[in-house]
Structure formats: C-alpha cells, structure tokens
Nanobody, 125 residues
Framework: QVQLVESGGGSVHTGGSLRLSCAVSGYTYRSYCMGWFRQAPGKEREGVAAIDSEGSTRYADSVKGRFTISKDNAKNTLYLQMNSLNAEDTAMYYC???????????????????WGQGTQVTVSS
C-alpha cells in the first residue's frame, strides 16, 4: 500500500524559509511524477512543483525562483525547499504521486493517484 507522509510545516515570518518533506513507502513503480500541491482556505488545491523519475522539475509561476523541489531516492523522500515566503504561501501543503511522467499536465490534481494528509504552512508579517 502506497503511503505519503508530509512533515516540516510550521509558522514563519515573511521572508523566512521552510523545508517540507514527504516520506514515501510502498511505491514500486519505476516511472513516477511526484508533486507538491497547496490549498488555502476558500481556494482550490493548486500545483506548486513536481519532479519525475528522470529528475525533470516543474514549477508554478508563483513560486519559481523561491521554491525548489528535490528527491532523495535512497531515503524515499521528496522535499520542497521554500524560501522568501510571503503571506500568499500560507496553505495546507500536500504531496502526491502519479505513476506516469509529469509532462505539461503536472499541475492537474486529478491525475495523481496517491496523496498525503498535508502539512500546514503559515506565513505572517
């Protein structure tokens, strides 16, 4: 059974940094797209970044240059380094897994087969 468990969320001030982690277990597919999504109160869940089994990365325009997605295959862990955080980054962050390549539809949440339970990120001034 595939399980995704996020951690690393918290409260920071504007301009601060956080690193989110997503521990993956039970995933045996050779190809995959791993993504980070976020959902703020009253808003739809949106794609933040994704990385596939070849190491190709994708980012939402709103986080380019500030967030970095990476993975440690030895630890079966996905990361999201978030720098220069601002209030608009406040949301629940989720990691997700899909068994196919990311491609240009990486941001579509409906394509992802597995989801974690989320970790809260709050940015205040």
């Amino acid at each position: 059974q595939v399980q995704l468990v996020e951690s690393g969320g918290g409260s920071v001030h504007t301009g601060g940094s956080l690193r989110l982690s997503c521990a993956v277990s039970g995933y045996t597919y050779r190809s995959y797209c791993m993504g980070w999504f976020r959902q703020a109160p009253g808003k739809e869940r949106e794609g933040v970044a994704a990385i596939d089994s070849e190491g190709s990365t994708r980012y939402a325009d709103s986080v380019k240059g500030r967030f970095t997605i990476s993975k440690d295959n030895a630890k079966n862990t996905l990361y999201l380094q978030m720098n220069s955080l601002n209030a608009e980054d406040t949301a629940m962050y989720y990691c997700a897994a899909d068994i196919s390549w990311c491609g240009y539809s990486w941001w579509r949440r409906e394509r992802y087969n597995y989801w974690g339970q989320g970790t809260q990120v709050t940015v205040s001034s």
